[in-house]
């Protein structure tokens, strides 16, 4: 009871820290706007599955198993709450979905109102999202609760010996499927059971790479030149990455970058910094395009896609709070660099350990990297790694929805 009080507490202390730093932060008041009308279920389908995504990160990994309930189930509804706006603005709009909402704060209030109005058949939790209301309301009315693509790491909270209040939303869940053996043995000694399934990101990379989007424009900016991309970078990457143009590092090599924050001042300090031709990809012609060693990706949805040109891929986040999504590039096969953050990226370290992958921490580390990854023969074979290891662990998805029917939501 006590942790339960310190709990709400805590998420009406957040509320208040939001509500204040909306005043001057877009991204903040974006949450707080997001959540003042409560979402209408009235006009969905009687058949009804809820996915849960913290942002857009977890909507990726939602996203092939949501195709796959579409293809099954095509009588049900599909509702996608997020919690943060990084991840509703991109996907507000998407098209398999009947309803794409906010999560509304976690009080014992809101839970037992959205399950009431929601009336889901089942919901689904992406990775690492805990909620003590909506999963106590869940289990209340014995609707079936999944976590999905989740992993575990021995430093967790749930791990520790004040960690009881968030083992027992990890009892709230009707079944845990887990991506690795290491996640279901940590889980074994806190008498949480699960199954192990690989993620679901390994079908959504590889179902992105096999549709092959053509960018013409860029066709034409790379010409005979190699590429490195520079993906969902933030300022830390990006020092790097500008003083490797400006240095001129790889003179075979022409550059994308493709920041994770598109605000207009962010853009145009990067541009102002880099000293060769940088263009927006906005301002790309067929005229301008191979005048440019550098272009910069100004809006949301191309990066996935765009790996597909690249040679060498530099993915960011590596030096926040983790390195974004390495998957997107490896499956095309070439060598992936990021930070020294990668802990909770189980791709990373597996990437590591088959030298398809180089973590860095400076610029002069980065700089003996690009050495090597650019010889020919080393590339090649780094880039066959990569491409097998995401191969190799595609199927998830399949196997994740069979383990769903067959315990969970058979009649």
Known sequence: MIQLFIYDVALRIYAAAIFIASLFNEKAKRWRCGRKTFPDFSKLNEKRIWFHCASLGEFEQAHPLIEKFKAEQSDCSIVISFFSPSGYEVRKNYLLADAVVYLPLDTKANAQRFVAALKPDAALF????????????????????????????????????????????????SAVFVQDKTSQMLLAGIEVSSFIVPDTRFDRVYAIAQSKTAFPLIEKFKGNSKLLIAGSTWRPDEELIVECINRDLLKEYKYIIAPHELHEENIDALRKNIQAKALLYSELTDENATTANVVIIDNFGMLASLYAYA?????????????????????????????????KALEAHKLLE???????????????????????????????????YVQQNTGGTEMLYGQIQKKLLQP
């Open 126 to 173: 992406v990775k690492y999202e805990f909620w003590f209301h909506y999963l106590n309301e869940l289990n209340k009315q014995q609707i079936p609760t999944i976590l999905f693509s989740s992993a575990f790491r021995k430093e967790q909270i749930f791990f520790r010996w004040y960690g009881s209040f968030f083992i027992r939303m990890l009892r709230l869940f």
């Open 311 to 343: 040679e060498i891929a530099y993915i960011g986040g590596g030096f926040g709070k983790s390195v974004h999504n390495i998957l997107e590039a490896a499956v095309y096969g070439m060598p992936v660099i990021f930070g020294t953050n990668y802990h």
């Open 354 to 388: 088959l030298q398809a992958a180089f973590s860095v921490s400076s610029f002069n580390e980065l700089k003996a990297v690009l050495k090597v990854v650019s010889e020919e023969a080393f590339r090649k074979s780094a880039s066959e790694k990569a491409k097998q």
